[in-house]
């Protein structure tokens, strides 16, 4: 998305920006429990102020990096699960490689619930999470059999990255020894080189000294909430809304329902939203500062808690989703994409212009 205000507005507008708490690790890579209500503030605890370099040495070391690094650990040890898989005499040795897949896939959403910095400028969406796979380009990458980096970067995208592996491990299966498991394998290395890619980037942001690039950080900050409101449309609507509506009375085809992890990843998904939306803040230097949190540093405490309620009743809609298989009724998933786009309309039309944030475009946005 692209973003415009005023340097001195900007400035002050990225003072307090949100960053999450860190990801957990691969070893915990389900969703953990959505955080209690955030408590009243009190009169008398001031709330800390933060400069645009403070903001995104935040973002990128204490939201992106931690999440990074589990996306890459879980890449790495899905690559070795289908390397045993495919050598193990009879198919019950590719079950590690899905657990694999499930963590891998977990760690993927928490990572991308907000495409900001190298996952756009990679354009890792498209690389890691093209939707839906195309079976025919699958058969055809199979006979083709690629090896190595050079080989898989000449498979187009819809026949790789996350959604293919699903098809591999669950629709089609493959078996152990044949073509099909060792393009898996080819997948999963391939999948594993660009999540280290990703976390060596991350990596190089959170070391950046940012107090030499204030105005970077205060346009990066512009960018940052329009991404953060595009991915909570992402979820809204490519993910929740649109195949309902896209069904027309046929069987709706919910993303990751071939492994039965729909609900999982909306829940991984939100969860990284959620983080960077609502929360208390704390002293600078010891933690994540959600949105939330900054509006009250700018002494906007009724649009902070309306923030926070609109945050609390999306997060209630999405948990009554599960964290299991796709919803068998629609009216759950519906009734979450309007709360959803209820927060979305607050961002748009009281939390960016209290910023002095521009909102632009992008393929998060519905049609």
């Not at 692209?2 to 691969?26: I, Y």
């Not at 959403?109 to 996952?119: K, N, T």
């Not at 592996?165 to 089609?172: A, D, N, S």
């Not at 933690?287 to 209630?316: C, F, M, W």
Request: proline share 8%; aromatic share 6%.
């Amino acid at each position: 998305m692209r973003t415009s205000a005023r340097p001195a507005a900007r400035w002050l507008a990225a003072c307090t920006l949100a960053v999450a708490a860190a990801a957990p690790g691969p070893a915990a890579a389900q969703p953990a429990a959505a955080p209690a209500a955030t408590p009243a503030p009190r009169a008398d605890v001031a709330v800390p102020f933060y400069t645009p370099v403070h903001a995104l040495q935040a973002l990128y070391s204490l939201h992106y990096l931690p999440r990074a690094r589990a996306f890459a650990d879980t890449s790495a040890a899905l690559a070795t699960a289908l390397a045993a898989g495919c050598d193990a005499p009879a198919p019950r040795g590719l079950d590690t490689a899905r657990a694999g897949w499930r963590n891998t896939m977990v760690a993927w959403e928490s990572l991308s619930a907000v495409q900001f910095g190298p996952l756009v400028e990679r354009r890792s969406s498209r690389r890691i999470d093209f939707q839906p796979p195309r079976p025919e380009l699958i058969a055809r990458a199979i006979q083709a059999a690629p090896a190595g980096e050079a080989g898989m970067a000449r498979v187009g995208a819809p026949a790789k990255g996350l959604p293919a592996l699903e098809w591999l491990l669950w629709t089609r299966p493959v078996a152990p020894r044949t073509a099909e498991c060792r393009f898996a394998l080819a997948v999963a290395r391939d999948l594993q080189r660009e999540a280290a890619l990703l976390a060596q980037d991350f990596q190089a942001l959170a070391e950046r000294d940012w107090g030499e690039e204030a105005e970077a950080a205060s346009t990066a900050f512009g960018e940052f909430i329009n991404q953060w409101l595009g991915g909570i449309e992402r979820l809204r609507w490519a993910d929740i809304e649109k195949p309902v509506r896209s069904a027309e009375g046929r069987p709706v085809a919910w993303p990751r329902h071939a492994s039965g992890h729909t609900a999982l990843a909306w829940q991984a998904r939100w969860q990284a939203l959620q983080a960077l939306s609502a929360g208390p803040a704390l002293p600078i230097g010891e933690g994540g500062v959600p949105i939330e949190a900054y509006l009250r540093g700018r002494g906007l405490n009724p649009l902070a808690d309306a923030l926070g309620t609109q945050v609390a009743a999306s997060g209630k809609a999405v948990a009554s989703l599960g964290d299991g298989a796709a919803p068998q009724a629609t009216a759950a998933p519906l009734a979450a994409a309007r709360e959803l786009g209820a927060l979305k309309s607050l961002i748009e039309k009281r939390v960016a212009p209290a910023l002095e944030v521009a909102i632009g475009f992008s393929d998060a946005d519905g049609d």
